[in-house]
C-alpha cells in the first residue's frame, strides 16, 4: 500500500490518502516509456533545416574554365560544393521526425512512468487550488508549503484561469490539465502536485493489471 500526503488549500498537513499497490505497474514497461519520451521528443523537433544543393545555389552552369590546358583541376560549374559559396552535397532538408507509437505502448508508458513517481513518493495532492485572485506568489508559498524544492507538475482537473495565471510565470512549473499530461511532463518535474480530483483523472487513466484469472482488476 503506497501512501499519498494530502494537504488543505491553505498549504497545511492534512493526512494521507492509501492507494493500492495492484494499481501500480512497476515489472514492466521501462522500454515503453524510452519510446515514448523518445517520441514526444521528436514530435518537438522543427525539421525545417534546409540547405541549397548545387542545382539550387544561384550561378549560371558555365565553367569556369576550359576543360584543358590551363594547368588547373577540372570543374564543371561555380556552385560545385568543393568551392566555398557553392552547393551542399547530402545536407538537411525540411522532414519529420515523427514516430509512430502504438496506442497500447503509449498507455502502458503512462502507467509505468505514474506508477513509479507514486511508489517514490513524488507525488503530494492538495483538496483543493484555492486562489482568490492570479498572483504568482500565491502559487509559490504554496508550492513551498507543500514541499516543493525544485520543479512542480501542478495538476488540476478541469480549466482554473486563477490557477493557471498563477504558475505561468514560474520558471520550474507547469500548471495543466490531468487530460493533457503526458509520460514526458510525469518525468520532467520533480513533484507532482495535483488536486484531488486532478489526482483522480490522472489514475482514470492507467492501464488495468490483469489478474490470474486473465481479467482486468482495478
Sequence with gaps: MSTIKV???????AGEMAFEDSRLVLDKGEQAVKDVVVAIQNGQRAGSASTLTKGEVAGSNKKPWKQKGSGRARVGLRQ???????????????RDYSVKVNRKVAQ???????SERI??????VVEKFDFAEPKTKLMTALLKKVGVARSALVVVDQHEENVMLSGRNLPNAAVVRAAEVDVYGLLLFR????SRAGFEALTARMKARKTETGEEGA
Design 119 to 124: 511508489a517514490a513518493g513524488d507525488v503530494v
Design 7 to 13: 494537504f488543505n488549500p491553505a498549504g497545511d498537513a
Design 80 to 94: 560545385n560544393p568543393v568551392w566555398r559559396g557553392g552547393g551542399v552535397a547530402h545536407g538537411p532538408k525540411p
Design 108 to 114: 502502458l508508458a503512462y502507467t509505468r512512468a505514474l
Design 191 to 194: 513533484t507532482i502536485v495535483a
